[in-house]
C-alpha cells in the first residue's frame, strides 16, 4: 500500500528564517510526485512535479528536490505570504495512477 | 477557462436528507476526482473517473455515490446525509498522460455541516 508522511504537521518561522519541510513516501515505483499549496478555504493549487531522484525544480522563494525515498521542499527566506498548508502526494506507477495524499503541513510565517 | 467549478460553495442538511453536489470543468480532462477534507486529516478520495461512463470507488465510498455522463460534469449524491459527513469536500480533474505526472487542478470546494 502506497505511503505517504508529511513533517512537521506544523511549522512557524519568522520571516526571512529558511526552512524545509519534509515528505517521505513508501511506493511500488513511483510515476511522479507532487507539492501544492493550500490557502485557507480554497482547494489545493499545483506548485510542482518531481518524476526522479536528484531532480529539483524552484519556483520563487521554493524548491523542491526528490531522492528515492522523500522529497524536501525548501523555503528560503520566507514572506508571510507564503503561509498555508503544503500538501504532497505520490502517483505509484501501476495501478490505478491514483495519487496518494499525506496530511499536509501547516505552514505560518510571522512578520 | 473557469476550470473546475463547484457548486454549493456551502450547505447545511439535516440528517437524513440527501443532496448533490455539483462539479464541472472546462479543461476536457478525462479524469476527475472527489475528495474530502477533515481537520488534519488531508485529502480522502471517495470516488473518482476515467472518463464518460466509467467510475470507480476511492478509499471513503461508503455513503456517497457518482455519475459521470459527461466528459465535463461529475455529481457526487449523498444519500442519508449523517454528521460522519461534515467536512469541505473538493472536486479535481487531470488530464492522463502516458508518460505520466497528471497534474490535479481542484475546485473551491463545498463545504457541508450535517446537524
Known amino acids: 500500500e502506497d505511503q505517504v508522511t508529511q513533517s512537521p504537521e506544523a511549522l512557524r518561522l519568522q520571516e526571512g528564517e529558511s526552512s524545509s519541510l519534509n515528505c517521505s513516501y513508501t511506493v511500488s515505483g513511483l510515476r511522479g510526485l507532487f507539492w501544492y499549496r493550500q490557502d485557507p478555504g480554497k482547494g489545493p493549487e499545483f506548485l510542482f512535479t518531481?518524476?526522479?531522484a536528484g531532480e529539483e525544480k524552484e519556483k520563487e522563494r521554493l524548491k523542491a528536490t526528490l531522492t528515492k525515498k522523500e522529497s524536501f521542499l525548501h523555503i528560503t527566506a520566507p514572506k508571510p505570504e507564503d503561509s498555508a498548508t503544503y500538501l504532497c502526494?505520490?502517483?505509484?506507477?501501476?495501478?490505478?495512477?491514483?495519487?496518494?495524499f499525506g496530511r499536509g503541513t501547516s505552514l505560518i510565517v510571522h512578520p | 477557462n473557469a476550470g473546475v467549478t463547484q457548486t454549493p460553495k456551502f450547505r447545511i442538511l439535516k440528517i437524513g436528507q440527501s443532496m448533490t453536489l455539483q462539479c464541472a470543468q472546462d479543461?476536457?480532462?478525462?479524469?476527475m476526482y472527489w475528495y474530502r477534507q477533515d481537520p488534519g486529516m488531508g485529502l480522502k478520495l471517495i470516488y473518482y473517473?476515467?472518463?464518460?461512463?466509467?467510475?470507480d470507488k476511492g478509499e471513503v465510498p461508503n455513503g456517497y455515490n457518482v455519475s459521470r455522463s459527461t466528459t465535463e460534469d461529475f455529481p457526487l449524491r449523498l444519500e442519508l446525509a449523517a454528521p460522519s459527513q461534515t467536512s469541505v469536500y473538493f472536486c479535481a480533474s487531470s488530464y492522463a498522460l502516458a508518460g505520466g505526472g497528471e497534474t490535479q487542478y481542484f475546485g473551491p470546494g463545498t463545504r457541508l455541516l450535517v446537524l
Open positions: 518531481l518524476y526522479s
Open positions: 479543461m476536457n480532462h478525462n479524469y
Open positions: 473517473s476515467v472518463g464518460a461512463g466509467i467510475t
Open positions: 502526494a505520490v502517483q505509484a506507477s501501476g495501478g490505478s495512477y491514483i495519487p496518494t
